[in-house]
């Protein structure tokens, strides 16, 4: 069966420190592979995503994802905290549908990130 | 170009009445999903729709149900509330549905079951 874990529900870092939030999957097929971020009270805005081209994504604000298919992860990473970067991250893979539709998208548990001043 | 817009963006019902969400894609977006997300339970997948016709289901008894019109609009009702089914509904819209292409997400409507 496919899945999505995300390690770790919350992951406190201070301004201007690295930001690491790791997510595993588990799927037979190549899967689609995405990071959404989500604001209090805000809809969820994609940040990157992986269809089976470059192996390591570059998304908005700074973020950056590298796809590693022997570690079956897609770690999400950003050289320096701002203190807007706090909010909850998700992780979401995508193993296509019918009609090759995006089909069932599997989102991780999510990661709260806390950003200390 | 406007972004997804869901109304209402609140809603208080009581255990056993029904409800009607409804979701505006962006324009010229054909693919529109829903998602509901509470805190036990996380983001789950609801229904998809593409060109009125629902084209991907997830694992939810058949109270969920939803349809959608020919401008895309998209509308998702709840029958027989119950309290478990407390939580922030989202609606995404994406041009064709597939992976090469994203969602967008709207604010969610956060329903509440008393």
């Known amino acids: 069966a496919q899945s999505v874990t995300q390690l770790d529900s919350h992951v406190s870092v201070s301004e201007g420190t690295p930001v690491l939030l790791r997510c595993n999957y588990s799927?037979?097929?190549?899967?689609?592979l995405f990071w959404y971020v989500q604001h209090p009270n805000k809809g969820l805005q994609l940040l990157l995503k992986?269809?089976?081209?470059?192996?390591l994504v570059k998304g908005i604000n700074g973020f950056e994802a590298e796809f590693k298919k022997s570690e079956t992860s897609f770690h999400l990473t950003k050289p320096s905290a701002h203190m807007s970067d706090a909010a909850e991250y998700f992780c979401?893979?995508?193993?296509?549908?019918?009609?090759?539709?995006?089909?069932?998208?599997?989102f991780g548990k999510g990661t709260k990130l806390s950003v200390k001043p | 170009k406007a972004g997804v817009t869901q109304t209402p963006r609140y809603l208080i019902k009581t255990r056993g009445q029904q409800v009607t969400l409804s979701c505006s894609p962006i324009s010229g977006h054909r693919s529109v999903s829903w998602y509901q997300q509470t805190p036990g339970q996380g983001l789950q997948f609801l229904f998809e729709y593409f060109s009125e016709t629902q084209r991907n289901k997830g694992n939810f008894p058949g109270r969920f149900s939803g349809r959608q019109f020919s401008n895309s609009r998209s509308e998702m009702n709840v029958s027989t509330l119950e309290l478990g089914d407390s939580a922030l509904y989202l609606c995404a819209s994406s041009l064709t549905g597939t992976e090469s292409y994203e969602q967008y997400f709207g604010p969610g409507t956060r329903l509440t079951v008393t």
């Open positions: 799927s037979s097929y190549s899967p689609s």
């Open positions: 979401v893979v995508s193993f296509g549908g019918y009609g090759g539709s995006q089909g069932n998208l599997i």
């Open positions: 992986y269809t089976s081209a470059a192996t």
